[in-house]
């Protein structure tokens, strides 16, 4: 049976984006046919967790409604490189427990993390979705892997837009940045579009 993950934030005792994670939850109990889900408000008070600091919740779950939870201090770290790597067919529309696929182009590439694209758009890196920006304003790929909730809340908030981002053009693009449930838009973790190493027009891409 499949599982699932939520990876929520936890800030000095505080679940942050809840209903947008319940959502998600709830969608995808709909999806596969199951009535009901997993309340996680009431996983989170349970727990009863007292500490402050920076937290990340993981919930585990499958459709029988079973969960595990882990509560894992979180620190941000900067990310060296980035490769580009090719995968027309993967389709991750929920969020799986099941990360071999991710795994599998992580090992292929030869960077710290990858940014995936699937029939020539730019989709999400392994673990985030991601931001381009253009000017003074900043851009997501309508064509992502998942639509997290960290996207969803920046859309809504109107702090970013949407963009049909390819390998045509993201080299108009000057910086980009990663964004998901523990990452916010946040101005400190801004790297410079160089830092994919095999960006459109250089021979590295066309051996993936």
């Not at 995968?87 to 710290?112: T, W």
């Not at 931001?131 to 309508?142: C, E, R």
């Amino acid at each position: 049976m499949s599982r699932f993950i939520e990876s929520i934030k936890i800030e000095d005792q505080k679940m942050f984006l809840p209903d947008l994670h319940q959502n998600r939850v709830n969608e995808t109990f709909a999806h596969f046919g199951v009535e009901g889900s997993i309340d996680l408000l009431k996983i989170f008070k349970d727990l009863q967790h007292d500490e402050d600091g920076l937290y990340k919740l993981r919930i585990s779950y499958d459709l029988t409604k079973n969960y595990r939870t882990q509560m894992i201090p979180y620190a941000i770290s900067e990310i060296d490189n980035f490769q580009l790597v090719e995968n027309n067919v993967y389709d991750y529309s929920f969020k799986f427990e099941d990360r071999k696929e991710f795994e599998k182009m992580l090992q292929k590439a030869k960077s710290d993390e990858i940014i995936i694209v699937k029939n020539n758009h730019i989709t999400d890196t392994s673990f985030s979705n991601i931001l381009f920006k253009m000017g003074k304003d900043w851009f997501t790929p309508t064509t992502y892997l998942l639509n997290g909730v960290q996207r969803k809340n920046l859309l809504k908030t109107k702090k970013i837009k949407e963009a049909e981002i390819t390998m045509q053009n993201i080299n108009e693009y000057s910086h980009f940045q990663l964004i998901n449930a523990m990452n916010d838009f946040d101005d400190m973790f801004i790297y410079p579009i160089a830092k994919i190493t095999n960006l459109p027009g250089q021979s590295a891409y066309l051996e993936l």
